[in-house]
């Protein structure tokens, strides 16, 4: 199906003419997309889906709350959607604190629409595939996706919200296999022309070969430099834990009592940035409030959180823009985090680390101690032993438990290139590689 | 114009898939309706239902597979469906490998439900809200809690399965889960305590019995107060000892380091870039000492209650019960039409799909370690000194499954046969053999727990499944308890690498 434009905004408006409603919300999302897999150097798995939501949110009696979601755009069947969420919030008890809705506003118009790419078909996206298993050296097999996918949001409610946005996205990964030894990389980009995928190729199949016959390292406190797909997950997981102002208000974030004080080195800024010219995504949140640029975490200090619409109200501030469906039990969550590069040349990351660990990325991390931000995960696909600027080989993989603030307070220096990376569907996160002093490894496995 | 029945519709793809060349063709019509409901403290503070019909069409074409899938289902755009699933399969075979062959199967014609005591979805929601409110309440009685958060979900999916072998099945799943979680924050600390189990409790296949089983609010006070307790709780010191996991969390270990190892299309590579691969070989099958002799694993999509409890596989394959590890030994795999044939058998029925939108992967239904003996007070009784382990916060696992850590939330400390202090922040890692290997028993029948884990990730895109594993409390020796280098000053260890050595290996 094309691009359905103003008809999603249409659709909106149809859902939230529901007679008898105080307020009233319509989100509907439109995505398609495709995703070919490959394994051992064949395809082996390649889809298509197409899907399209229609979530209402009605409120009676001026603070009773209902919502209700269809996977259908039939007037009848929004109507009956309609009908669905008005008899649930008149079960529902009072909720004294609803906040009402947003009104209108302006949208930064973000243009992250790519016609080829939303256009891409399976032969152009197996095309991708043979171009880099064809090139793959001998010895080296590959597994891995190329994804070209089309999102359209809109978001429209009796207050005037009428919020219209559409983008793209492209992806490439690829594991290569060398025998004793994997190599891992990642591209993502708005634009499907704009994926290096010969390079990411070449660069996970060096990899792979570099870390062959890994020696064995005992575990322990060791300087390392993080590759970007690494550090984008310890940002991302910093989001997780507690930027957004619900969670700083139940007392579940790690931010509680250190809002204004230093949390980690002063190399380190991060923010949160839907606007951004180089990430993916829509200019508003999905209760239809501009995103705006928020720096959580400014040299070091930790300088803000992220709001909803009811959360900003509690607070007498302006929201963010970083609502989820409300309402929701989780609040606000910055979905667009970026770590500000610096100024060394990754290349010069790895010649200023004496002795030391070069990790390309980790796996199924989790959550081991909320306040003091400890996680624990896994190194995979190329981790390799640095001795005087240079990589002396490969070394197995090893368990981290380590508490991200305190990794993040030990940086030595910062990356100046990004790369925009994603782990485990938490959203996306453009970070750059860094040069940490200290990083616990609390265990090893056997290859 | 009439709407199309989904019988209709599923007719129609596949007659549009085998047209535009499909040697064979299936499509799946699935309707799923969602209800969650989540109380803190005083207030409703999400709600959401959700219902979700469409279709995914797949096919193999000269030996490679094609998915195409719509949540939007008019005549021509199913059509469509059947020839864009073949369009996907021809540009597979530019990068072709072997070709796929399905272990052969009986096409069944069928109907199953998911048996019922209450009907879920007709419980007035005005019911549930007050039940969650009385168990936030009871806990917020409890001084020095912070928050009270009580939760009841509930699913349905019908699944029309056809399949151009003619296959006709018509499935109706339903599964409720509810729980309570309890959370005292305080001097820098959050600790969190739930009931049944973490991650919204308790799931199963059933109706609003499995709710009233949980018995939400009978058990509010009680973890309210071991979440406070927590608060003022010493953190586990690091060492190797004796440890009995719960149910809750032994059904954790079970999942990840003994279902997900024995996934075959995770052992064949196919998994490989991102959930990862495992340790385990084909040819391991009958020659590996997978654990003890205590230890006895059975994939099994017919228990009762569990979240992998099914008529027929999302390939049309039977549920069936069969031996993954029989006292130690590794017996068997999780498989499909595709992997079975690899292995000279026919499929096991492992093969399921998270909605229409997502083609079948192989899943874990119910894997199930077998009970042993006693209760969990006979288990304490005979453990002289060790920790008794209760209720998850944590994982993670290596990509080829051996090394783990979970974390959990609460230990207890056992000395001479009985419990005594509790401890807060607790991990314990390992390896897979090794950990198995050193489990020296598991409680009995009147401890066997099915246990549900809603939220198993795997696949690209992305796909949630539900499985569940029948544990009762099981005791492993030496393990390491505590993480190194978590605490004191340790200094910078830059040490160079060693070659060969145990390197720190433990388990």
């Known amino acids: 199906m094309a691009r359905l434009g103003e008809r999603l905004l249409e659709v909106a408006e149809v859902a939230i003419a529901a007679e008898g409603a105080d307020d009233a919300e319509a989100l509907v999302i439109r995505e398609a997309g495709g995703l070919t897999r490959f394994a051992s150097s064949r395809i082996h798995q390649s889809t298509w889906r197409e899907d399209l939501l229609v979530r209402l949110r009605l409120v009676v009696d001026g603070n009773r709350v209902g919502t209700a979601t269809i996977h259908d755009m039939e007037p009848a069947a929004v109507a009956a959607a309609a009908r669905r969420a008005a008899e649930v919030a008149r079960t529902m008890p009072p909720d004294p604190g609803y906040p009402g809705m947003p009104g209108p506003a302006a949208y930064a118009a973000a243009a992250r629409w790519d016609e080829a790419t939303a256009a891409a078909d399976p032969a152009t996206r197996a095309g991708l595939v043979a171009g880099v298993v064809h090139r793959l050296p001998a010895g080296v097999t590959a597994a891995g996706a190329c994804e070209t996918r089309e999102l359209e949001v809109a978001v429209a409610n009796l207050r005037g919200v009428r919020a219209l946005g559409a983008t793209t996205a492209a992806s490439f990964s690829i594991l290569a296999d060398a025998g004793s030894g994997t190599g891992w990389a990642e591209g993502a980009e708005p634009r499907l022309a704009d994926l290096d995928v010969a390079a990411l190729g070449e660069r996970a199949a060096r990899k792979a070969v570099d870390a062959r016959e890994p020696r064995e390292l005992p575990p322990g406190a060791y300087p390392v430099v993080l590759e970007p797909a690494a550090v984008a997950t310890l940002v991302q997981f910093l989001g997780w834990l507690g930027f957004g102002a619900k969670a700083y208000d139940e007392g579940r974030s790690f931010l509680v009592g250190r809002l204004g004080q230093r949390v980690c080195s002063p190399l380190v800024t991060i923010v949160d940035d839907a606007l951004a010219a180089d990430t993916i995504g829509v200019g508003f949140d999905f209760e239809g409030v501009p995103k705006r640029r928020v720096t959580l975490i400014d040299e070091g200090v930790a300088a803000s959180l992220v709001y909803d619409y009811r959360a900003a109200r509690q607070h007498g501030v302006e929201p963010t823009g970083h609502g989820l469906p409300a309402p929701s039990a989780e609040g606000a969550y910055p979905m667009h985090l970026a770590m500000v590069p610096g100024a060394t040349a990754r290349a010069e990351l790895v010649a200023g680390m004496e002795r030391g660990l070069l990790v390309t990325r980790f796996h199924y991390t989790n959550l081991v101690n909320l306040m003091e931000t400890t996680i624990t995960g896994m190194t995979r696909d190329g981790t390799f032993w640095v001795e005087d600027g240079q990589v002396r080989g490969a070394v197995r993989n090893l368990r981290f438990t380590q508490s991200i603030l305190d990794a993040l307070s030990a940086v030595r220096a910062v990356g100046a290139d990004t790369e925009l990376a994603s782990e485990d569907g938490h959203g996306a996160a453009r970070a750059p590689a860094l040069a940490i002093d200290r990083f616990n490894f609390s265990s090893a496995t056997t290859f | ?507």
């Open chain 2, 1 to 507: 114009m009439r709407a199309m029945e989904p019988e209709e519709l599923a007719e129609l793809a596949l007659r549009a898939a085998v047209a535009a060349g499909a040697g064979y063709a299936d499509a799946r019509w699935v309707r799923q309706e969602t209800e969650s409901l989540t109380v803190t403290d005083d207030r409703v503070d999400d709600l959401e239902a959700e219902d979700s019909s469409g279709l995914g069409v797949r096919v193999l074409v000269d030996g490679c597979w094609g998915f195409a899938a719509s949540a939007l289902l008019d005549p021509e755009r199913v059509r469509d469906l059947g020839r864009r699933a073949v369009e996907i399969a021809r540009a597979a075979a530019s990068v072709p490998g072997e070709p796929v062959r399905l272990a052969p199967l009986e096409p069944a014609v069928a109907s199953w439900s998911t048996p019922l005591g209450r009907d879920p979805f007709v419980v007035p929601l005005a019911e549930r809200v007050e039940l969650l409110l009385a168990a936030c309440e009871a806990q917020r009685a409890v001084a020095g809690l912070t928050h009270a958060r009580a939760t009841v979900d509930l699913w349905r999916r019908r699944t029309l399965f056809w399949s151009s072998e003619g296959a006709r099945l018509d499935q109706t799943v339903t599964q409720t889960g509810a729980g309570i979680e309890a959370v005292a924050v305080g001097d820098g600390d959050l600790q969190q305590r739930s009931w049944p189990n973490s991650f919204r409790g308790q799931f199963l296949a059933g109706g609003w019995e499995v709710v009233e089983a949980a018995d939400l609010v009978g058990n509010a006070q009680r973890v309210a107060r071991e979440a406070v307790d927590l608060l003022h709780a010493p953190e586990l010191p690091e060492r190797v000892t004796t440890v009995i996991l719960d149910g809750q969390q032994l059904s954790l270990q079970v999942h990840e380091s003994v279902g997900h190892p024995l996934e075959l299309d995770r052992i064949f590579g196919t998994e490989a870039s991102y959930a990862g691969t495992s340790f385990v070989r084909p040819e391991d099958r009958g020659r590996l000492r997978y654990g003890s002799e205590a230890m006895s694993v059975t994939s099994d999509a017919t228990t009762p209650g569990g979240l992998g409890t099914f008529g027929f596989d999302d390939e049309g394959v039977p549920a069936q019960r069969a031996p993954l590890v029989a006292g130690g030994m590794l017996e068997g795999f999780l498989t499909s039409r595709e992997t079975a044939t690899a292995l000279g058998t026919t499929s096991g029925g492992a093969m399921r799909a998270d909605g229409w939108g997502s083609p079948p992967l192989i899943r874990m239904t119910n894997v199930n370690l077998e009970p042993g003996e006693g209760t969990l007070d006979d288990l304490v009784a005979d453990t002289a000194d060790g920790l008794l382990l209760s209720v998850n916060r944590s994982w993670s696992i290596d990509d080829r499954r051996v090394n783990f850590q979970f974390g959990v939330e609460a230990a207890w400390e056992i000395r001479g046969g009985r419990l005594g202090r509790l401890f807060k922040n607790a991990t314990y890692d390992g390896r897979t053999t090794n950990f198995w290997g050193s489990m020296d028993a598991v409680c009995g029948p009147q401890a066997w727990v099915v246990w549900g884990i809603p939220n198993c990730g795997k696949g690209q895109p992305y796909q949630n499944g539900r499985v569940s594993h029948g544990a009762a409390p099981g005791r492993f020796r030496d393990v390491h308890v505590g993480v190194r280098g978590s605490g004191g000053s340790g200094g910078l260890k830059a040490s160079p690498p060693v070659d060969g050595g145990s390197g720190g290996a433990h388990g």
